[in-house]
């Protein structure tokens, strides 16, 4: 089956954007070392990044026909997105929120994800590795 690798708003500048929170990895490289870590698992693996919203939910909505599970760091969105939220639970596909910072040590309103109740997993804080735990999170879950 194949894995659904969503990246929202800002993620097209990992590598240049703020690094001393992001890290110095580009998307690419995430790209690279989550696909990698999907195909060791016996998954295919799509790569998305959308700056629109709604484009994320397209995305997601097609992802019910294409793909076993889903992977989404959905950048500022997971504070802000009801419309996303709703999107993962209305697929039914297991998904795993995934953020390469700890949102938890940054600012209030990074605290609070829209996303977090309807993912079956969350992961923060452990850099772009996070994306390959959450790999690792759907071979275990799914059949
Ligand atoms: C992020 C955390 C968000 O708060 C922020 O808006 C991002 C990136 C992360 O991966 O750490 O764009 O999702």
Same mark, same amino acid.
């Given at each position: 089956?194949?894995?659904?690798?969503?990246?929202?708003?800002?993620?097209?500048?990992?590598?240049?954007?703020?690094?001393? +929170?992001?890290?110095? $990895?580009?998307? /690419?490289? *995430?790209?690279?070392?989550?696909? %990698?870590?999907?195909? !060791?698992? @016996?998954?295919?693996?799509?790569? +998305?990044?959308?700056? $629109?919203?709604? /484009?994320? *939910?397209?995305?997601?909505?097609? %992802?019910?026909?294409? !793909?076993? @599970?889903?992977?989404?760091?959905?950048?500022?969105?997971? $504070?802000?997105?009801?419309?996303?939220?709703?999107?993962?639970?209305?697929?039914?596909?297991?998904?795993?929120?995934?953020?390469?910072?700890?949102?938890?040590?940054?600012?209030?309103?990074?605290?609070?994800?829209?996303?977090?109740?309807?993912?079956?997993?969350?992961?923060?804080?452990?850099?772009?590795?996070?994306?390959?735990?959450?790999?690792?999170?759907?071979?275990?879950?799914?059949?």
């Amino acid at each position: 089956g194949e894995l659904l690798i969503l990246n929202g708003p800002n993620l097209n500048l990992l590598g240049t954007r703020e690094p001393a +929170i992001y890290g110095s $990895h580009t998307l /690419d490289d *995430v790209a690279r070392l989550t696909v %990698a870590a999907a195909n !060791a698992a @016996g998954f295919s693996a799509e790569c +998305i990044q959308s700056n $629109h919203e709604g /484009d994320l *939910v397209d995305a997601i909505h097609a %992802a019910r026909d294409t !793909a076993v @599970g889903l992977i989404i760091n959905a950048g500022a969105y997971t $504070h802000t997105s009801v419309a996303i939220r709703d999107a993962i639970s209305g697929v039914e596909l297991p998904a795993v929120e995934v953020h390469i910072s700890n949102v938890h040590r940054r600012e209030e309103f990074r605290h609070h994800s829209y996303l977090s109740p309807v993912c079956d997993a969350v992961i923060v804080g452990a850099g772009i590795h996070g994306y390959v735990m959450a790999v690792s999170y759907l071979d275990q879950v799914l059949p």
